[in-house]
């Protein structure tokens, strides 16, 4: 995939972090860190993996996400499970 100027929007796994043209597309996308209720601004979020670097997760537009710090933390912490709804956003409930 590619963005307006020709950018590489894929990295598949050539690249753990997320480039510049990808991040500014999740930003226009996005607009707000993708956990419900979050009002955190795009352009202070994390881009994240939805399937883990580590786990053979691709650096992907179609498989990142924006999210605050604090939301960034919470979704690596194994005390809690991580539920990613049909529109995108995400909640989190304490694993029992």
Known sequence: MLGSRSELLDLG???RLFNGAQRLGLVVTQRVCTVLGCD???HL???HHDD???SGGETNFDEARLLCPRHHARIHDP??????HP????TF???T
């Open 79 to 84: 005390r809690f499970e991580t539920t990613i």
């Open 52 to 54: 883990s670097w580590f």
């Open 40 to 42: 955190w601004p795009a």
């Open 93 to 95: 409930h304490m694993r």
């Open 13 to 15: 796994r050539t690249a």
């Open 87 to 90: 529109d995108n956003q995400v």
């Open 45 to 47: 979020c994390h881009a």
